[in-house]
């Protein structure tokens, strides 16, 4: 394939996942009006939470939201796919979702598309923190190789989106250990990030199998984690708005939840 027709496969992609709900309308329905199981992109933003008493920032292992809450936290971790990345970031842009990011700087889409995710952070819609420079197994590397990790992407994060991603921290593949969170919180980050339910989409699935990983685990108070690696998942982006509208969720990033 060449490059004009692999950008232009890239392009076609995102229209699909950010067009979804007028494809999906059922015959005699207008684009905007949702059909059975169809993307309701036409109906009105998510709006900011309101009322809510933030918690304080938690020592240890974070699984899910504080409190009795019809709050969820929809996490993108990794970003090897720059086309994915910029998904999200319009998906935010255009439906108002709340996400939180946890980047990777070493690749490349964090840079290429900060024009489109800087306001939305600079805006508090989302959440930029740190998932290590480069995405190594931490329990692998010495003291010294962790820090290197944890600055280097905080050097980027500032110089590219002002923030130093503190204090979420989530280790790359959840693997950590009581000495590795020591370190962690030393460094300023006291909470290593984990989550309550899944996309499944660190690696390649299909778009039904993200879907069905969602309705299975966007419950009020869960953390979710998915990931900006694989295009399926931008096939799914209305549906994804569509299940948290359809639970009356109130989505949120870490930053809405916890006293940072």
Not at 96 to 122: E, I, K, M, Y
Request: contains cysteine; charged residues 20%; proline residues 7%.
């Amino acid at each position: 394939m060449d490059r004009r027709t692999f950008l232009a496969s890239i392009a076609a992609a995102v229209a699909t996942g950010l067009a979804a709900c007028s494809a999906d309308a059922t015959p005699g329905q207008s684009a905007g009006e949702p059909g059975v199981g169809a993307p309701r992109w036409g109906a009105s933003r998510f709006t900011p939470p309101k009322g809510l008493t933030k918690a304080p920032v938690p020592y240890g292992t974070l699984f899910r939201l504080p409190g009795d809450t019809k709050t969820v936290a929809l996490t993108v971790d990794d970003g090897t796919n720059e086309a994915v990345i910029e998904g999200y970031a319009k998906l935010a842009r255009d439906t108002g979702l709340r996400l939180t990011f946890f980047c990777n700087g070493v690749n490349s889409g964090w840079t290429t598309h900060a024009d489109l995710l800087r306001p939305l952070h600079d805006e508090n819609q989302i959440f930029i923190a740190n998932h290590t420079w480069s995405h190594h197994d931490l329990l692998r590397l010495s003291t010294t190789g962790i820090t290197d990790q944890v600055r280097r992407n905080e050097a980027f994060l500032r110089k590219t989106y002002g923030t130093l991603g503190r204090p979420f921290m989530r280790p790359p593949y959840g693997s950590h250990n009581r000495a590795l969170d020591a370190q962690l919180a030393d460094l300023g980050y006291p909470a290593v990030t984990m989550w309550l339910g899944s996309l499944g989409d660190s690696t390649m699935q299909k778009p039904e199998t993200i879907i069905a990983n969602a309705r299975q685990w966007m419950l009020p108070g869960h953390i979710v984690i998915g990931h900006a690696n694989h295009v399926p998942v931008m096939k799914v982006y209305g549906q994804l708005v569509e299940v948290i509208r359809a639970r009356a969720l109130q989505p949120v990033h870490l930053g809405d939840v916890f006293a940072v």
